[in-house]
């Protein structure tokens, strides 16, 4: 069975992902790669639905544990109908957010802690993991003033996180920073403090690298 390559972009709200996403998959159509773009929440009927539902800031009271449980779902649904069949098809995938967001805003912003987190990834997700994660870390004010400026301009209600204060965003920097010192190979972070040339361009260098290293020689 032929196996794609999946690669998915972290960081905090206004971090600049969905941008370098997006330069990212037009590279590489342009060099001939057969590229599917996804998001969680989201990237199915049923992930939309549950996207309104989780990001509405008119959803409250709501517990944790059922948050934790809806990204999963959501998940789930996206590795079954999107996510596995591009793989298999040997696709390159590019997801807006996995597992590493989970684990930095329930297990740390929510403080929920990683273990519970990586139980029901390893149940939820049927141990599929991404080939490569680019983490982008810009300056921790500097994304947030992005991601509020970014919402100002959306007539979406999707608000929910971002209205969270200061110190849950801190929780969420810090447990990405931690997921990045525990797993390096995968994971590598990009100074996001640079123009989003600069970051297409270090971006694309290693993803070709990747690709190459991943692409047995025929
Ligand atoms: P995310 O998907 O991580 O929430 P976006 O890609 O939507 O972030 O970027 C949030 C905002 O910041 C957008 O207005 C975008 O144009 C801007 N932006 C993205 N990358 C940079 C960068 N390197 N420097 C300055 N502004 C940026
Ligand atoms: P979205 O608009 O897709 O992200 P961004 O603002 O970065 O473009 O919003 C997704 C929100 O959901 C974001 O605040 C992070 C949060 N989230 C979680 O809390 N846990 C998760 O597992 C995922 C995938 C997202």
Same mark, same amino acid.
């Given at each position: 069975?032929?196996?794609?390559?999946?690669?998915?972009?972290?960081?905090?709200?206004?971090?600049?992902?969905?941008?370098?996403?997006?330069?990212?998959?037009?590279?590489?159509?342009?060099?001939?790669?057969?590229?599917?773009?996804?998001?969680?929440?989201?990237?199915?009927?049923?992930?939309?639905?549950?996207?309104?539902?989780?990001?509405?800031?008119?959803?409250?009271?709501?517990? *944790?544990?059922?948050?934790?449980?809806?990204?999963?779902?959501?998940?789930?649904?996206?590795?079954?109908?999107?996510?596995?069949?591009?793989?298999? *098809?040997?696709?390159?995938?590019?997801?807006?957010?996995?597992?590493?967001?989970?684990?930095?805003?329930?297990?740390?912003?929510?403080?929920?802690?990683?273990?519970?987190?990586?139980?029901?990834?390893?149940?939820?997700?049927?141990?599929?993991?991404?080939?490569?994660?680019?983490?982008?870390?810009?300056?921790?004010?500097?994304?947030?003033?992005?991601?509020?400026?970014?919402?100002?301009?959306?007539?979406?209600?999707?608000?929910?996180?971002?209205?969270?204060?200061?110190?849950?965003?801190?929780?969420?920097?810090?447990?990405?920073?931690?997921?990045?010192?525990?797993?390096? *190979?995968?994971?590598?972070?990009?100074?996001?403090?640079?123009?989003?040339?600069?970051?297409?361009?270090?971006?694309?260098?290693?993803?070709?690298?990747?690709?190459?290293?991943?692409?047995?020689?025929?």
């Amino acid at each position: 069975m032929s196996r794609g390559f999946f690669l998915t972009f972290e960081g905090l709200d206004g971090s600049g992902k969905s941008t370098q996403l997006r330069r990212l998959a037009a590279y590489l159509e342009a060099h001939g790669h057969a590229v599917t773009v996804t998001r969680q929440p989201g990237g199915t009927r049923i992930g939309d639905r549950i996207r309104a539902l989780i990001l509405d800031s008119r959803t409250e009271p709501m517990d *944790a544990m059922t948050e934790l449980g809806l990204m999963f779902s959501d998940r789930a649904q996206a590795i079954a109908e999107v996510i596995r069949p591009a793989l298999e *098809a040997g696709r390159i995938v590019l997801c807006d957010r996995y597992t590493d967001s989970t684990e930095a805003y329930q297990g740390g912003g929510r403080q929920l802690g990683s273990e519970v987190v990586l139980r029901m990834h390893a149940v939820m997700c049927g141990g599929l993991n991404p080939d490569l994660t680019l983490l982008l870390l810009p300056d921790f004010n500097r994304s947030l003033a992005r991601a509020r400026r970014r919402n100002g301009r959306s007539d979406k209600d999707e608000n929910r996180f971002e209205t969270e204060d200061q110190a849950f965003h801190r929780r969420v920097y810090d447990r990405y920073r931690a997921i990045a010192a525990r797993e390096p *190979a995968r994971v590598t972070v990009i100074a996001g403090d640079q123009s989003i040339e600069a970051i297409h361009r270090q971006i694309i260098r290693l993803v070709d690298e990747k690709l190459r290293a991943a692409t047995p020689a025929s």
